[in-house]
C-alpha cells in the first residue's frame, strides 16, 4: 500500500499530458478531449455490454489529438517505443489510432447486435446513427488520410459515439 510507483506506473490522462509533452521538450500540441460529459445509457440496453460502453467513453472523454512533427507513422512508433510512459500515454490516450477507431465501432456493432435481440427497434435507430458503411469506407483510407483528414475523421467517430450513447440514453 505504500509503495512508490516507478515514474512509468504513474498515471498520465488527458490532463498531465501538456505538462508531461512540455517537461520531454516535444513540441507536440495536444487538443481534446472534446466532449467533457457522456450521455448515461439507461441499464436495461447495457446491462451485457458495460465494457463497450466504458471503451466508448473512455475515448470520448479521455482521449486527445497529438500532433507531432512526424511525416511517418513508422517514424513515431520507433520514436515513442524508446520511452515506455509515452508509449503507454499514446496507446491509451491518442484519439488517432487507427485501429483503436475501428475497435470501437466494432464495439458499437457488437452492442447493436446484443440490443436487437430485445428491442429491434432500438438497434435499428442506433444503426442508423453508426453510419456503418460511410464509416467503414472512411477507415479503409484511413492510413493515407492526411493529418487533417485524420482529425476530422476521428472527430466525426467523436460525434457518432455520442450521439450513439444518446440513443441508448432515452
Request: aromatic share 8%; hydrophobic share 35%; with cysteine.
Amino acid at each position: 500500500m505504500g509503495e512508490r510507483l516507478s515514474k512509468i506506473e504513474k498515471l498520465i490522462d488527458h490532463t498531465t499530458i501538456r505538462a508531461f509533452v512540455e517537461q520531454k521538450k516535444l513540441g507536440w500540441e495536444i487538443s481534446g478531449p472534446f466532449y467533457t460529459s457522456a450521455p448515461t445509457p439507461k441499464t436495461e440496453y447495457i446491462e451485457k455490454c458495460t465494457k463497450e460502453i466504458e471503451a466508448l467513453e473512455h475515448h470520448l472523454l479521455k482521449t486527445v489529438i497529438i500532433k507531432d512533427d512526424f511525416k511517418v507513422d513508422t517514424d513515431r512508433t520507433d520514436f515513442v517505443a524508446k520511452d515506455d510512459a509515452l508509449s503507454k500515454f499514446c496507446s491509451t490516450y491518442s484519439k488517432l489510432k487507427g485501429n483503436k477507431l475501428l475497435t470501437l465501432i466494432y464495439k458499437m456493432e457488437d452492442m447493436i447486435e446484443e440490443i436487437r435481440r430485445k428491442n429491434p427497434k432500438l438497434s435499428k435507430r442506433l444503426a442508423t446513427h453508426l453510419k456503418i458503411e460511410e464509416i467503414n469506407e472512411e477507415l479503409k483510407v484511413y492510413r493515407q488520410m492526411t493529418f487533417e483528414a485524420k482529425v476530422a475523421f476521428a472527430r466525426k467517430l467523436d460525434d457518432i459515439i455520442y450521439k450513439f450513447l444518446e440513443v441508448l440514453s432515452k
